[in-house]
């Protein structure tokens, strides 16, 4: 048993089941969430038969830190090793003051997008409660720091769920998570900081609004009709865009919050200007923000980036729809940290000494 894949909010209770005092679970999730210590013996405040009985019990287990690759602009790359073998990835982000964690939900993924690295691997697996806050864990051992709220404030205060996979296609892990990174006794981030993006699975996006986490949500649509969107992301084949707007609109969100509508721009695929007409006359009745994410090639890559000033057209006839259209900034292209550019290969098992561009 993970502690970790229990919410942290019910940790108190877990150890009352356990024959230990209720307090000591809260005392262990402030060690793990707040500080970021999983070793049970430097939890100095718990009584030493606590201690060992969480660590032979392996009660705290997370991925271990593999790798850390730092790009020119400051975006790290994290490669964490699975306990079963597989790695998988989390980007650190520093931008305008912010600290955005992009974590990873599944080993691959099996949604298949045709113009993202990470389809290439499959699906491998999903990734436990415990796996995907491990990554925020060691992100924030890798900064050095901890998550106290004393030390005035987060080291970490964005998460993003955009790294591999397709979070809503491991939505209990997922909502497990969530409510550790939210709950006081638990990381203690506001919900309003935290986005889930998603390909498009309608039935699960209806589940994770009634799960009411107060999350953001974004969608990738990267068309502006089915059939080329079924041509670039197979998965458009179950969901229309037509279900994909109606679950949006459903979505609970606050006032002044939107639906994002992520669209990577593919060069003389989905580019042009009566694309970016067609997409504004399907997004203009809607609450929603367009972010534009200009293709980040990766090796083999059957895409090419917009050329020129395309994106920026794009940008303003959106804005002629009174659509806010953002351009997304690729951070880390040069370590394959950007949207898109994650996976892993020729990584040698655990052990060996894979630590060239180690930044540690
Ligand atoms: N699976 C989820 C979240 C991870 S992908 C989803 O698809 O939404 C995160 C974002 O990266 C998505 O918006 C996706 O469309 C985008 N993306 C994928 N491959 C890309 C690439 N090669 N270049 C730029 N963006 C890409
Ligand atoms: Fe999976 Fe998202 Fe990549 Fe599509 S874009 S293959 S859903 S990770």
Redesign the pocket.
């Known amino acids: 048993m993970n502690l970790l894949d229990i919410p942290a909010g019910l940790w108190a209770e877990k150890f009352r089941e356990l024959g230990e005092p209720p307090y000591r679970g809260r005392q262990t999730a402030h060690w793990v969430f707040r500080k970021g210590v999983t070793d049970p013996q430097a939890m100095t405040n718990l009584p030493p038969s606590t201690r060992t009985r969480l660590e032979e019990e392996e009660m705290l287990g997370i991925p271990s830190l593999e790798s850390a690759h730092i790009s020119v602009d400051g975006t790290q790359k994290l490669a964490l090793r699975l306990a079963d073998s597989p790695v998988i990835e989390s980007v650190l982000i520093p931008r305008k003051g912010r600290m955005t964690l992009c974590l990873s939900t599944q080993a691959g ?1 099996g ?1 298949g ?1 045709r ?4 389809a290439a691997m499959g699906l491998i697996r999903n990734l436990s409660p415990s796996e995907i806050l491990g990554q925020w864990i060691q992100a924030m051992r890798h900064l050095g720091g901890s998550g106290e709220p004393s030390t005035d404030r987060l080291l970490i205060d964005h998460i993003v ?7 809503l296609a491991n939505l209990d892990a997922l909502v497990v998570a969530i409510r550790s990174l939210t709950h006081p006794e638990g990381i203690g981030l506001s919900p309003r900081r935290i986005t889930v ?3 498009g699975l309608v039935p699960k996006m209806r589940l994770l609004g009634e799960a009411n986490l107060g999350v953001q949500l ?3 649509l ?1 068309a502006p009709d089915d059939l080329l969107r079924r041509e670039i992301m197979p998965v458009g084949r179950i969901y229309s865009i037509a279900e994909i707007l109606e679950a949006c609109r459903e979505f609970p969100l606050k006032n002044r919050e939107r639906v994002t509508f ?1 669209y ?1 721009l593919l060069g003389g695929k989905n580019d042009r200007p009566e694309q970016a007409r067609a997409l504004g006359r399907l997004l203009a009745p809607f609450r929603s923000k367009v972010n534009l ?6 090796p083999g ?1 059957p895409f090419e980036r917009p050329e020129g000033d395309v994106v920026q057209v794009f940008a303003d006839i959106l804005s002629g729809f009174h659509i806010t259209a953002t351009i997304r900034k690729s951070m880390g292209p040069d370590v394959l940290a ?4 994650l996976a892993r290969e020729n990584i040698p098992a655990a052990g060996s000494e894979y630590r060239e561009e180690t930044v540690s």
């Open positions: 993924c949604i997008c113009f993202c690295r990470t769920f955009m790294g591999m996979g397709e979070p993006s998603t390909s974004a969608v990738s990267c992520e990577v994410i200009p293709f980040n090639p990766f890559s950007a949207c898109g550019q």
